[in-house]
C-alpha cells in the first residue's frame, strides 16, 4: 500500500509541489521554534549555580577627579571600610560591570598551552565567591596571600575548566603568555549569570587589582535577610556622600526578572507568532485535503467498488498526506541536520536532534489531525452516487 | 413475482449452471427528498445462474444503474433481500460487504473510472491493493489480465495516453485480475463506436464462455443484448420482461 | 464590467464559507502581524512627542576612537563628552540650535522608605527649544541658571505623582535626589521610553552633574540634536559636520576620530548594520533586511492561499468547463478570479486593521512600554495597503495560470 501511495503522489508530482512547499516551510518554522524552546528548556532545567536573593549591586561612575590607581585604592578601600562597619551587610565585593543578571559581559579569549577559547571574565574581589555563595569545587577561592605573585590569581569555572583541561588537573596550571599569565587557585560551580534560560557560560574570575581598576564599575553586597527600605535608603545615602557620583542600587531578585524578560518576551511574541503560522497552514492543509475529495470522488467510488472497506478509503487519505509530508520531513531534515553539522550558533548537537524529532513528529500529528475529517467525509461517500455523478 | 423467462440461445455455456450466482427477491428502491418521494425500484425479483450472461435494457432512468448497483452491493435496496452465491447480504456490516466485492465482484463502467495519475498497471492492480498479496504477485496477476485484453505492451501508459476502447480493455483487464466469479458491466460499450463496442463484447462474451463467469450487463444497445442468456427489460422501475 | 465581476465574486465568497473563512484568517492574521510589527517601528522612527521635528533634525550620538595595531585594532566607542560636543557644534553655521543632553542614567531616590527608580537627564538650555515638551506646569531652566549651575529641575508627571502624590502644583517645591535638592521649576508631560534621547524623569543642568563636562576627551556620554531651519538644509549640515570633524585631530594615542551627524533611524541602522568600522551609515542594509523577512514571513501564508486557491479551482474546473464552453475566454476567467481574490484579501486587510487597532489598545492599556502609545497611522495603513495587494495578486495568479490551461473538454471531464 505504501509502494501505491507513493506512486499516486509521485505521478502527481507537479500539484503536490506547492503542497510540499508549504509543509517544509512550516517544518522549518516549527523546528526553529522548538529548537529555541528546547534550548531554553535545557537551560532552565540546570541549577542557577549561585545565590542571589539578599544580594544588592550599587552601580556607580568613577569621580572624575580621581584618576592615580594610588587614589583610586584608597577610594575603593574607604567605600569598602565603611560598608563593613555597617552590621546588616555581610560580604562586599567590588566587580566589573558584568555583575549577575546585568546586560553587559565582557569577553577575553584565554588559552592554554595551544587550547584557545573565549570566556567570560569577572573582575572581582576576595568576598565574591561567599557574597554569591558560589560552591568550590576543587582548590581554594584567592586571596591576599595571591595579592604579590607575579601570575594574576585566578578562579575558572566548571565550563572553561572542561574546555580547557579535559581530564587534567587544572589547579597551579598557568594560563595565558607572558607578560600576561594568570595562575589557577581553585574551580567554582557554573553559573547562570544571565538568567534562568540562558546557558551556563564559560567563566573566569580575576582577581581586582591595580591593572583592572578602570574596569570596576559596581558593588555587589550581601546584606542580612530581613534588611528593609530604612536601611537601604540610609545606605544610599551613606554612598552617595562618600562615593561622590551618581549611583544606583539595584536587587539581584529584580534584575532576574527584568533579565529573564528580555529572553522571555521575544520568545512568546515567537510562539505566538508561529503558533498563528501553523494554525492557519493547518487550516489551510485541512481545506485542501477537503476540496481533494470532492475532486476524487470518482476515483473514492471506484475503490470502492473494488473492495475498498470506507476505512480503508479514509486511512488512504490520511496515508497520502503523510507521504506528503514525509516528503517535506526528508528535505527539511537535511536541511535540519546541517545546523549541527556544520555548527551553526555554537548549539550542542543533542538539542538540534531532539528539536527534529520532536517537529517531525509535530509535523506528523498536525497532518494526521487535519486529514482526520476529510478523510472521514471520504469515508461516507457512497459509491453508487459517486461512480453515477458523471 | 413474475416468472422468469430465460431465452434459449445458441451459444450457452459449455458448463451448464446448476445453482443460483444472484438472487434477488422483492427489491423495492425508494429515494426520498424532503418533498419528493420516487420509487426507483418496485418489486424486483431476479434469479441469476452460475455462468450465465444476462443483459439488462431499459429508458433511460428506468432504474437499470440502481438495480445494478444493488447486484453490486454499491447500493442497499429499501426492502428485499439480496443473496449472493447463497450468502444473505443486508446484514454485512462495510468492511465485509467491501471484502465480500473485492473477492466475488468485479467492475465494468461506462466512462470506464481509471485513476489517471496511476499507470495501466496500477489501475489494474487496483483490487489486488486490498488483498494480502505481495507486490511480486500482484504485477504478476495484473500482467497476464493485460495480456488477457491484449494490452500487454501499454502497461507504462497513463490512461490519458490511451483511445476509449484501450481504456475500457484496462477496465475490463481490472475487473478480471481478482478473479471474481461474478462482472458487472454498466454500459461498457456506451461510449465507444460501433467496432470498439463490438471488440469489447466480444472479450466479456469470451470470458463468460470460457472462464464461467457470471456476467450482468447494462446496454442500450439491442444487438449487444441478443447475444447474451437472458434479458431483462426494466420501465419505470419495474420489471417487464 | 467590473461591477458584474464584483457580484459575482461576492456571490462564490458567501457560498464558499468555509474557504472564504480559511483565506481570511490567514490574510487578517499576516497582516495584522505586520501592522502590529510596523506600528512598533514607525513609533520607533517617526517623530513623535517631543522629539517633533524629528525630520529636519540631526543627531550625534556616537563617539569613536580607532588605533590601527598589527593584529586588528584597537577601539575606544561611547558617547560624546559634553565639551566635544558643545566646542565643535557651535562652530557649524547651518543649524537653528543645538540641544545637548545625557544619556538617561538611574538614580534612587526614597520617598517614606519607598524606592524610586529615576532616569536622570542633564541638558543644556537649547536642549527645551529643540524638544518640544509640554509643560503641565512652570518652565524650563534658562540659560542663566545653568550658567549659575543652580540646582533646578525639570520632573516628568510620573515622577510628580509617585514623589509628590496628588497634589496641585509643585513648582518650587524640592526634590531630592542623590542627596542633592532640587527646586522644581516645571512639571512636563510624561516620555514614552521608545524616545531614547528624550525620556527621562529627572531633567537637570549639565552645569550640575556629578561628571566632569570641562574634560576635553572626546568619549563621554552626551548626545547632540542639531535642528535645522528646514529638511532641505540636513545634507548641508551633515557636510559642514563631515569637514569639520576630518580636520580634529583624534590625539597622540589615536588613528581616526569617527563621528556622524545622522538622522534618527539612521543612529540606529548605522549601529546594527554599518559593520565594525560604523563608517557607513547602513541604512540599504536595514531596508534589505526588514524587506528580506517581511517577504520570509509572507510566504507561509501566500503558499497556504496559493494551494487552496488551486484546489479550489480545480474543483470548479466542471464549471470552468461550461464557462469556457459558453464562450468566456480564458481572459475574463482569469480576471475574475483575480478580482475575488482580491477583493478577499481587502475584506482580510479591513478585518487585520480592525485586529490591529484591538491588539495594539491591548498593548497600550498593558503600559508594556511605558507612556508610549502605539497607533495604526497612514503610513502603516498604506503599508497594509500594498501587502494587499501583493497578497492578493500572487495568491491569485499562478492558480488562475493553471485554470486558464484547462482546456474546456478536459475541464469538463473529470477522473
Not at chain 1, 351 to 369: G, W
Not at chain 2, 174 to 191: F, H, K, M, Q, S
Amino acid at each position: 500500500m505504501i509502494r501505491h501511495l507513493f506512486k499516486l503522489i509521485w505521478n502527481k508530482k507537479k500539484q503536490n509541489f506547492l503542497l510540499i512547499t508549504e509543509m517544509l516551510v512550516s517544518f522549518i518554522v516549527i523546528f526553529a521554534v522548538f529548537t529555541l524552546l528546547v534550548f531554553f528548556y535545557r537551560n532552565y532545567k540546570q541549577p542557577m549555580g549561585f545565590d542571589y536573593e539578599n544580594v544588592w549591586a550599587v552601580k556607580f561612575e568613577r569621580p572624575p577627579g580621581i584618576q592615580s590607581n594610588d587614589s583610586l585604592k584608597l577610594y575603593y578601600e574607604t567605600v569598602s571600610n565603611l560598608l563593613h562597619s555597617m552590621p546588616q551587610i555581610k560580604y562586599v565585593s567590588f566587580t566589573s560591570g558584568n555583575f549577575p543578571f546585568s546586560p553587559s559581559s565582557n569577553n577575553n579569549s584565554v588559552s592554554y598551552l595551544k587550547n584557545n577559547t573565549v570566556s567570560n571574565f569577572y573582575i572581582v574581589q576576595d568576598d565574591y565567591a561567599d557574597a554569591l555563595n558560589l560552591k568550590i569545587l576543587e582548590g581554594r577561592w584567592f586571596n591576599k596571600t595571591d595579592g604579590i605573585s607575579k601570575d594574576q590569581p585566578v578562579v575558572i569555572n566548571k565550563t572553561l575548566q572542561e574546555e580547557l583541561f579535559n581530564n587534567e588537573d587544572p589547579l597551579g596550571k598557568i594560563l595565558g603568555e607572558a607578560p600576561n599569565t594568570m595562575k589557577i587557585t581553585g574551580v567554582v560551580t557554573d553559573f547562570k549569570d544571565k538568567g534562568d534560560y540562558r546557558p551556563l557560560p564559560q567563566g573566569l574570575f580575576v582577581r581586582m587589582d591595580t591593572s583592572n581598576y578602570r574596569f570596576i564599575g559596581t558593588l555587589l553586597i550581601n546584606v542580612q535577610p530581613n534588611t528593609d527600605a530604612a536601611f537601604e535608603s540610609k545606605l544610599f545615602k551613606s554612598l552617595s556622600n562618600v562615593m561622590g557620583s551618581t549611583i544606583e542600587i539595584v536587587h539581584l531578585t529584580d534584575q532576574r526578572k527584568s533579565i529573564n524578560r528580555i529572553t522571555l518576551v521575544p520568545m512568546i511574541i515567537l510562539i505566538i507568532v508561529a503558533g498563528f503560522l501553523i494554525i492557519n497552514v493547518a487550516l489551510g492543509l485541512f481545506g485542501v485535503l477537503w476540496y481533494n475529495i470532492s475532486l476524487r470522488r470518482g476515483e473514492i467510488g471506484l475503490r470502492r467498488a473494488v473492495g475498498a472497506s470506507g476505512n480503508d478509503v479514509s486511512k488512504q487519505l490520511v496515508g497520502e498526506a503523510l507521504m506528503l509530508s514525509t516528503f517535506a520531513i526528508i528535505i527539511g531534515s537535511f536541511f535540519a541536520v546541517q545546523f549541527p553539522l556544520l555548527n551553526v550558533f555554537n548549539l550542542p548537537s543533542n538539542i538540534y536532534l531532539i528539536a527534529l524529532l520532536l517537529s517531525i513528529v509535530f509535523i506528523y500529528l498536525l497532518v494526521i489531525i487535519c486529514a482526520l475529517y476529510p478523510g472521514k467525509q471520504a469515508a461516507a461517500i457512497y459509491p453508487a452516487v459517486a461512480l453515477h455523478e458523471d | 413475482m413474475i416468472p422468469l423467462q430465460n431465452t434459449e440461445n445458441s451459444n450457452y455455456p459449455a458448463s451448464s449452471p446448476s445453482s443460483t450466482m444472484i438472487r434477488l427477491k422483492n427489491i423495492e428502491k425508494v429515494y426520498r427528498t424532503d418533498t419528493v418521494e420516487t420509487l426507483a425500484l418496485n418489486n424486483i425479483s431476479i434469479n441469476i445462474l452460475k455462468g450465465e450472461f444476462l443483459s439488462i435494457m431499459g429508458p433511460s432512468g428506468c432504474g437499470k444503474s440502481t438495480l445494478l448497483n444493488i447486484m453490486g452491493l454499491l447500493d442497499a435496496p429499501t426492502k428485499g433481500e439480496v443473496k449472493i452465491d447463497e450468502q444473505k447480504t443486508g446484514q454485512l456490516s462495510d468492511s465485509l460487504l467491501a471484502a465480500f466485492r473485492n473477492k466475488k465482484l468485479g467492475f465494468i463502467f461506462q466512462s470506464y473510472h481509471l485513476i489517471n495519475d496511476l499507470r495501466v498497471l496500477d489501475n489494474v492492480e487496483l483490487p489486488l491493493l486490498y488483498r494480502k498479496l505481495s507486490a511480486k504477485e500482484r504485477r504478476r496477476l495484473a500482467t497476464e489480465a493485460l495480456g488477457k485484453v491484449g494490452l500487454s505492451n501499454r502497461m507504462k501508459h497513463f490512461p490519458t495516453q490511451l483511445s476509449g476502447g484501450q481504456k475500457q480493455r484496462v477496465a475490463i483487464a481490472r475487473a478480471i485480475v481478482g478473479r471474481p466469479e461474478i462482472i458487472l458491466a454498466d454500459e461498457p460499450t456506451g461510449n465507444l463506436d460501433s467496432a470498439m463496442g463490438s471488440e469489447i463484447m466480444d472479450i466479456l462474451l469470451n470470458l463468460n464462455q470460457t472462464e464461467g463467469t457470471t456476467i450482468v450487463m447494462v446496454t442500450h444497445d439491442e444487438n449487444m443484448a441478443q447475444k447474451t442468456h437472458q434479458l431483462i427489460r426494466l420501465f419505470d422501475g419495474s420489471q417487464v420482461q | 464590467m467590473l461591477k458584474n465581476y464584483f457580484k459575482i465574486a461576492i456571490a462564490v465568497l458567501k457560498r464558499r464559507k468555509f474557504f472564504t473563512f480559511i483565506s481570511l484568517f490567514g490574510i487578517s492574521f499576516s497582516l495584522t502581524v505586520l501592522i502590529v510589527l510596523t506600528a512598533f517601528i514607525d513609533n520607533g522612527i517617526s517623530a513623535n512627542y517631543p522629539d517633533t521635528n524629528r525630520d529636519r533634525s540631526l543627531y550625534i550620538n556616537f563617539v569613536g576612537l580607532r588605533k590601527q595595531l598589527p593584529n586588528g585594532s584597537s577601539n575606544w566607542n561611547g558617547s560624546g563628552s559634553y565639551y566635544f560636543l558643545h566646542h565643535y557644534t557651535s562652530m557649524l553655521k547651518t543649524p537653528v540650535k543645538v540641544a545637548i543632553s545625557s544619556n538617561t542614567s538611574a538614580t534612587n531616590t526614597y520617598v517614606n522608605n519607598k524606592k524610586l527608580v529615576i532616569g536622570v537627564k542633564y541638558t543644556n538650555d537649547s536642549y527645551w527649544d529643540v524638544l518640544n515638551y509640554v509643560f503641565l506646569e512652570g518652565k524650563a531652566f534658562n540659560i542663566q541658571q545653568i550658567e549659575n549651575g543652580d540646582h533646578v529641575a525639570v520632573i516628568s508627571e510620573d515622577l510628580k505623582n509617585s514623589y509628590f502624590g496628588d497634589v496641585p502644583s509643585v513648582v518650587g517645591k524640592y526634590i531630592e535626589a542623590d542627596n542633592v535638592q532640587y527646586r522644581i521649576s516645571g512639571v512636563v508631560k510624561n516620555v514614552g521610553v521608545t524616545n531614547l534621547y528624550a525620556s527621562a524623569d529627572l531633567y537637570l543642568p549639565y552645569t550640575v552633574s556629578k561628571g566632569n563636562y570641562k574634560d576635553e576627551s572626546f568619549i563621554g556620554s552626551y548626545n547632540a540634536i542639531l535642528l535645522a531651519n528646514s529638511k532641505a538644509d540636513l545634507p548641508k549640515i551633515k557636510r559642514e559636520y563631515d569637514q569639520l570633524v576630518s580636520r580634529i585631530s583624534p590625539g597622540k594615542d589615536w588613528d581616526q576620530l569617527i563621528v556622524h551627524a545622522d538622522s534618527y533611524l539612521e543612529t540606529f541602522t548605522r549601529q546594527l548594520f554599518g559593520g565594525g568600522t560604523q563608517r557607513n551609515s547602513g541604512f540599504a542594509t536595514f531596508v534589505w533586511v526588514t524587506t528580506a523577512f517581511a517577504l520570509l514571513f509572507l510566504l507561509l501564508p501566500t503558499l497556504n492561499l496559493v494551494n487552496i486557491n488551486t484546489s479550489r479551482i480545480m474543483e470548479r474546473s466542471s464549471e470552468i468547463g461550461v464557462r469556457k464552453a459558453f464562450g468566456a475566454s480564458s481572459k475574463t476567467l482569469v480576471l475574475q478570479f483575480i478580482v475575488e481574490n482580491i477583493i478577499l484579501t481587502f475584506l482580510g486587510g479591513f478585518i487585520s486593521l480592525v485586529l490591529s487597532y484591538i491588539i495594539l489598545q491591548i498593548i497600550n492599556n498593558s503600559n508594556f512600554l511605558q507612556n508610549t502609545a502605539l497607533t495604526i497611522n497612514a503610513t502603516v495603513v498604506v503599508y497594509a495597503f500594498i501587502t494587499c495587494l501583493v497578497f492578493g495578486f500572487i495568491s491569485g495568479v499562478y492558480p488562475a495560470w493553471r485554470m486558464s490551461r484547462l482546456q474546456a473538454v478536459d475541464a469538463l471531464k473529470k477522473v
